[in-house]
């Protein structure tokens, strides 16, 4: 892989060099300033801020509009509704958008271009283009008994199916051009053997995907939980939001000063934080898997 | 320069080779579909079946629906008030609606601005970190952060910077008396600007992750060869780098394009997208759960949006499933 490899020898300082990293360093700081300025609101209390102005030395800091933010508007629930939401959409992405990846790349060739094109375009597609459609189509569904509102409108099946539609596109695309990597004597043998189509699906392909499955798996969780949209469009009641699009209806009504508003802001940011430094590696490559094409 | 290409950054983008092609191809195909059982056909139509029913089900056919109902007025009750007007809606939304091209217009803009400021930047900062050395991930972390945050919470973040009493930027300005004030969100001459501020912030982060992974399959024997032939690091870049970069140039013109159009989240959360920051998503949406709720009216809007965005589609597609092909 290497072409030349250098022996163990300190490149001297140069200042080309530490220029490079005095820019670099400062631009970081600059580009982390808007988050950090909020996590310097939110722990101020608001009376000093008020007083004192926003820009000014802190008397004192602390987590209370941390605890406040969270307990006033009553948080948990908006997190709850989100796990009901992102966890059944992820799954099922993942779950669907394989099983397609696995027969386009495994036994219809002449089907796969056209299918992969229709699943990748779809998934490029502005939200708004669908949204007006699916807003009636969803008022039409009538689901008595399954859906609390007894409809697919304002519920979270609703939004696991869109979310899952949507997304499946670009995870069969991802998925497909992953397991045509896999050779081909793989699951001929298997065929021979006599295996079923899923045996072969769920034991021997499906777990050579594990590494793209957990970097897709770690994307989609992050896509959904943001999701602003779909439901801000497609819930009606205040209380089945998911956390991301409660976050207006909150700020207004909970939220009453600037340093509740960004401690709410952040609070919702932290789960998407915690994915990300748990699972960057995943995270990006999931994120140029589907670039490195073309 | 040369001792900078001694080894790979093993740390960065994990993916596997782009493409490989499918080894046998045909014959191993035909024999596949011999020793399938009646069950196996069964599995495996269910298995491309669902998926793709759901999909163009609520993607595709929503799709055509809007289309469909941007040549009629609907008041929503029953199919049978749906009345076809041919083309008044686009007419109307052409000639009579106020909001609509400056809509346009602010779309257009934010594509040329992102294009124009973030695109390089992110391009910039990728080449730097690519170039090995300390504390990489660190820098790629903190430009990253804003793509990993939604643009909700992008939203409300910047609202603090921008608050015209309690901001940052007036505050440190001293625009925060009366009579000094500058309403950075209320505006409608700075609106705009500010809110693209925020979304340049996020965006470069993107376009530096995408470029680092293109810059992965830079050969660095190119690299080790221009810098052989005295090239200094300007003509390196301009004459070897970016010209590899094609494909990752493509990619990041199609999201850039993409993103443009589906600007929503944060000009909602910002200032509802009135008032200097209408743009066409945000049009849809008033038609939908707004105050002016007209079906047709709604759907001739997002028919524009689909249009515009097919035709970026549509052509990136198939040159990318056309190379495919070939390979």
């Known amino acids: ?294 | 320069m040369s001792a900078e290409t001694s080894t790979r950054n093993p740390e960065t983008a994990a993916a596997p080779p782009p493409g490989g092609a499918p080894v046998n191809g045909k014959r191993a195909r035909q024999r596949h579909r011999r020793l399938l059982t009646r069950r196996d056909r069964l599995t495996l139509g269910l298995m491309a079946g669902i998926p793709t029913v759901l999909h163009i089900a609520l993607v595709w056919l929503t799709a055509l629906a809007s289309i469909a109902l941007a040549f009629t007025t609907w008041d929503g009750i029953g199919f049978d008030s749906i009345t076809w007007v041919g083309l008044d809606n686009f007419r109307q939304l052409f000639t009579d609606n106020p909001q609509f091209w400056p809509a346009v217009q602010h779309n257009v803009v934010w594509f040329v601005v992102l294009i124009l400021i973030p695109t390089p930047l992110g391009l910039f900062l990728a080449v730097q970190l690519d170039k090995r050395i300390r504390f990489s991930r660190v820098y790629q972390t903190a430009f990253f952060l804003p793509v990993v945050v939604s643009f909700a919470v992008i939203g409300f973040v910047w609202q603090l910077v921008y608050n015209p009493d309690t901001g940052l930027i007036n505050s440190l300005i001293g625009a925060n008396k009366p009579g000094h004030y500058i309403d950075w969100i209320g505006d409608p001459d700075l609106n705009l600007w500010a809110v693209l501020i925020a979304a340049s912030w996020r965006h470069t982060g993107y376009m530096m992750i995408l470029y680092l992974a293109g810059l992965k399959g830079v050969d660095p024997s190119l690299r080790e060869a221009s810098a052989l032939d005295g090239a200094n690091e300007w003509q390196t870049f301009k004459n070897v780098i970016f010209p590899t970069l094609r494909p990752s140039n493509t990619i990041v013109l199609v999201v850039t394009i993409i993103e443009s159009l589906r600007a929503f989240d944060l000009v909602f959360v910002f200032n509802g997208g009135a008032h200097g920051t209408e743009l066409l998503s945000i049009l849809v949406t008033d038609n939908i759960i707004g105050e002016s709720s007209r079906i047709g009216y709604g759907s001739a809007i997002a028919v524009v949006l689909l249009v515009t965005s097919l035709g970026v589609i549509i052509p990136y597609l198939v040159s990318t499933f056309r190379k495919e092909r070939r390979s």
């Open chain 1, 1 to 294: 892989m290497s072409t030349v490899t250098v022996a163990k020898r300190r490149p001297p300082v140069r200042p080309a060099r530490v220029l490079l990293h005095v820019f670099l360093a400062g631009t970081a700081l600059a580009w982390l300033a808007p988050l950090l300025w909020a996590v310097y609101a939110a722990l101020r209390p608001y009376p000093e801020t008020n007083a004192k102005g926003y820009v000014s030395w802190p008397d004192k800091l602390s987590l209370d509009n941390f605890t406040h933010a969270f307990r006033q508007s009553d948080m948990t629930h908006y997190f709850m509704n989100t796990l009901l939401i992102a966890v059944p959409a992820v799954l099922l992405t993942l779950f669907l958008s394989s099983c397609v990846a696995f027969y386009v790349s495994r036994f219809d060739f002449r089907l796969n271009l056209a299918l992969l094109l229709v699943f990748t375009a779809g998934n490029l597609l502005p939200q708004q283009v669908v949204i007006t459609p699916l807003y009636r189509l969803y008022l039409l569904v009538d689901l008595p008994g399954i859906t609390v509102s007894g409809k697919l409108y304002d519920s979270a099946l609703g939004l696991v199916l869109i979310h899952v539609a949507f997304q499946s596109g670009f995870c069969a695309f991802v998925l497909s051009n992953y397991m045509r990597m896999l050779p081909h004597e793989l699951t001929e043998a298997a065929l021979v053997d006599g295996a079923s189509v899923w045996r072969m699906y769920w034991q021997i392909v499906l777990p050579l995907c594990r590494p793209a499955m957990a970097a897709l798996a770690t994307l989609l969780s992050i896509w959904i939980y943001n999701d602003f949209f779909w439901a801000i469009v497609l819930i009606s009641t205040g209380e089945n939001m998911p956390i991301t699009s409660a976050l207006k209806n909150l700020a207004g009504e909970y939220f009453t000063d600037p340093n509740l508003v960004a401690a709410g802001a952040l609070l919702t940011a932290i789960p998407t934080l915690i994915v990300y430094f748990a699972l960057q590696r995943q995270f990006v490559s999931g994120l140029t898997l589907g670039a490195n094409k073309g």
